[in-house]
């Protein structure tokens, strides 16, 4: 299907699935115009080639407006920060991350059960843009979003049977993290 097609109606084809078919050039439809395209305003000459870096080991209710400008300053300034010292163990890390490859290796006729439901609110399943409006750019990637807490917003039948382990691994982690952090 020709990627202009979204503008027929047409269906928007999975990043993934275009690079394995072999796409040697990024198409138009996902290439920001140079006018929009961001740019980096030095506001400080202390401001270093590497993006900012927010530590919160000494995380308590009076560092929350530090923090709070931190953040800020980092999204302003470079549109990017790395947190450290966040209390998540490395091991839960590397665990989701491996559990997230595993899913999107999967065939893509498999994903797409999972695809999200067009006109829902929560975007919750596979996808690769979050809101389509007419003539838009389209973001260079594809995602599976769901909720893991609050528990009320949790819905398991969202979730991927395949891997294995993403079920498991999903909820045993977010009981994890509620307990350790």
């Known amino acids: 299907m020709d990627l202009l097609s979204r503008k027929n109606g047409g269906s928007i084809d999975r990043v993934q699935a275009l690079i394995q078919d072999g796409l040697k050039q990024v198409p138009d439809e996902y290439i920001q115009p140079p006018s929009l395209r961001p ?12 993006p900012p870096v927010i530590d919160l ?28 010292n966040h209390g998540v163990p490395t091991r839960l890390l590397e665990e989701m991350k491996d559990i997230g490859l595993k899913f999107f290796e999967r065939p893509l006729e ?3 059960q999972y695809a999200c439901k067009s006109g829902s609110a929560a975007s919750e399943g596979y996808g690769s843009r979050m809101l389509v409006k007419e003539d838009q750019i389209l973001d260079w990637r594809d995602y599976f979003n769901h909720h893991t807490l609050p528990l009320a917003r949790r819905n398991p039948s969202r979730w991927p049977h395949h891997p294995p382990s993403y079920r498991f691994g999903q909820t045993e982690h977010t009981r994890v993290w509620s307990t350790e952090l």
Request: hydrophobic content about 35%; some cysteine.
């Open 39 to 50: 740019t980096l305003t030095i506001h400080n000459s202390s401001l270093s080639n590497q």
């Open 57 to 84: 080991s000494e995380f308590h209710t009076n560092s929350l407006e530090r923090i709070r400008h931190e953040v800020g300053q980092a999204c302003r300034e470079w549109g990017v920060f790395q947190v450290i």
């Open 110 to 112: 498999e994903k797409l």
